[in-house]
């Protein structure tokens, strides 16, 4: 079904970076017209938490991460740290709660709307999520620890819905 | 003639296009909004935009800096 107007993502990051593709696929998908579904499974279950402000980013284990600084001279902004900075830097604490300070701050300075913006857009014009019940009892989760109006259910349930929709996502 | 101006500069992608969205639902048939943004990749998303939803891209200005599309509701 080429033209099938149905979308589907599966989102298993859950880390600060990586929660953005999901929202912005799913919500430029409703936004042109498809109906999106994203299945939240494995570290994507963190996208659906009440609390977003838990949300880091892993510097360490991306070591092609670019690491610029989002404040400073021109010059300064323009050194990218991430090739002068040994990975085992990252081992130290407090270092990754700066580094995701400095990639808000990033975000911020480029105009990218923050995570909760991005997700109650979705959940405003409609894309269905899905939590993988597997995954949360895994991880301990109560159905209570997430936002209100989501799905909960497993591979099956995905795969039915996928079946309809002729793009699939995994990110 | 323009019914409606949304201002998108210094946003990134997706808000352009969300906004667009969210402005144009509220619009009649044939209604024509003017969409400023400073997001270059909106260039070819608003087209996309208007390719899959059936709205009229028409016009596009592009100063350099700030990029304005006039766009006919469907």
């Known amino acids: 079904m080429p033209n099938s107007k149905e979308m589907t ?12 593709p999901p929202f912005i696929l799913a919500s430029t998908g409703i936004a042109m017209g498809k109906e999106v579904t994203v299945f939240c499974t494995f570290y994507g279950l963190n996208l659906l938490l009440k ?3 838990h949300l880091r980013i892993s510097p360490q284990g991306n070591p092609d991460m670019p690491m610029k600084m989002p404040f400073g001279p021109k010059w300064f902004q323009a050194i990218d740290f991430s090739q002068k900075i040994p ?23 480029n ?13 405003e014009m ?43 996502l995994f990110i | 003639m323009v019914d409606q101006t949304l201002d998108m500069c210094g946003y990134a992608c997706p ?39 059936g709205h009229k891209l028409l016009s596009q200005k592009d100063d350099g800096n700030k990029i304005i599309f006039n766009i006919q509701k469907n």
């Open chain 1, 126 to 168: 409609g894309v269905k999520f899905i939590a993988c019940e597997m995954t949360m009892g895994m991880f301990g989760f109560s159905r209570d620890d997430f936002i209100e109006g989501i799905e909960f259910a497993g591979a099956a349930t995905y795969l039915d819905v996928a079946d309809k929709s002729s793009q699939d």
């Open chain 1, 87 to 109: 990975n085992i830097f990252w081992n130290i604490p407090g270092m990754e709660f700066f580094a995701t300070r400095m990639m808000l701050k990033t975000f911020k300075n």
């Open chain 1, 111 to 123: 105009g990218m709307a923050s995570i909760e913006e991005l997700r109650s857009i979705c959940v």
């Open chain 1, 9 to 20: 993502v599966i989102a298993s990051k859950g880390t600060l970076d990586w929660a953005y």
């Open chain 1, 51 to 53: 609390d977003l402000s």
């Open chain 2, 15 to 53: 808000m352009p296009i969300l906004k667009t969205k969210q402005a144009l639902a509220k619009m009649n048939t044939d209604e024509v909004i003017e969409v400023t943004c400073t997001d270059q990749g909106s260039k070819k998303d608003f087209k996309a935009f208007c390719n899959q939803l």
